[in-house]
């Protein structure tokens, strides 16, 4: 059974190393125990390790320098963009979408923990523009991987929910399609999608796995359909030492 997936295109970048752990992954990766596990297999060790409190919300944290690497486990982030070499960074998902974001010629990541309502506070558009901003980098140089999650095909939510979507902008309301009067599917992926392209990343620098975590629990754990005491997948990404060979 699969233990751990790539987003392909990414793969191809010797400067970046990543992965998105499945539910057959040989540990638990929300305890410590499978964290050390997972930094040992990687050649790493805790203290370059970042997993944040998620909070479901829409704040980023921006790893610039060691400091930050040293108050870790302070910060609340559902976000967490980086330039520093060696340092594992890292969010936990089941149904919510997980993001990786690489821009090559400047040598940033981004791991974007985006559930619907940091879909709804455009976390994913948030951390792009944070990209561009925090390295001058060119929203055309940046190549984006977007994980499994829970898709249009399971994800039915109240008319509160789905009211927030369709106020949220003209485009958004289209990924809502009512199936009664105070239920509607939303289609997340989409979305998302459709803001990166909106917002200028080319379409083709977009790699999705489209795989609904909700219909595919053979392969991985999914919150609304198994509940809240069901595991999570890892999306971790690494800057390596030797980015200079693939600008």
Request: aromatic residues 12%; charged residues 25%.
């Given at each position: 059974m699969l233990r751990i997936l790539c987003f392909k295109t990414l793969k191809l970048f010797s400067q970046l190393t990543h992965c998105l752990t499945t539910r057959h992954y040989e540990r638990d990766i929300t305890t410590n125990q499978g964290q050390e596990y997972f930094l040992k297999s990687n050649q790493s060790d805790q203290f370059n390790f970042i997993l944040p409190k998620q909070v479901h919300g829409s704040k980023i944290q921006v790893v610039k320098n060691e400091n930050l690497l040293l108050n870790k486990?302070?910060?609340?982030?559902?976000?967490?963009?980086t330039n520093q070499m060696n340092v594992w960074i890292g969010i936990l998902v089941a149904d919510c979408f997980p993001?990786?974001?690489?821009?090559?010629?400047?040598?940033v990541i981004a791991v974007i923990h985006a559930g619907w309502r940091g879909v709804e506070q455009n976390i994913h558009l948030k951390a792009l523009q944070c990209i561009i901003e925090f390295m001058n980098s060119s929203i055309k140089n940046i190549f984006i991987g977007i994980g499994p999650g829970i898709g249009s095909c399971c994800f039915e939510v109240g008319k509160e929910v789905s009211d927030k979507f369709e106020k949220r902008s003209i485009t958004s309301a289209q990924f809502v399609h009512p199936i009664s009067e105070q239920k509607a599917m939303v289609d997340l992926r989409g979305l998302i999608i459709s803001d990166l392209v909106m917002a200028g990343v080319s379409l083709k620098n977009i790699?999705?796995?489209?795989?609904?975590?909700?219909?595919?629990?053979?392969?991985?754990?999914?919150?609304?359909?198994?509940?809240?005491?069901?595991?999570?997948?890892?999306?971790?990404?690494?800057?390596?030492?030797?980015?200079?060979?693939?600008?």
């Open positions: 486990k302070q910060f609340e982030a559902d976000a967490i963009i993001i990786l974001m690489f821009e090559p010629s400047v040598n790699e999705n796995m489209n795989y609904c975590t909700s219909c595919f629990t053979d392969l991985f754990y999914s919150y609304r359909k198994e509940g809240k005491n069901t595991g999570r997948m890892l999306l971790a990404a690494r800057l390596n030492e030797s980015s200079q060979d693939d600008k």
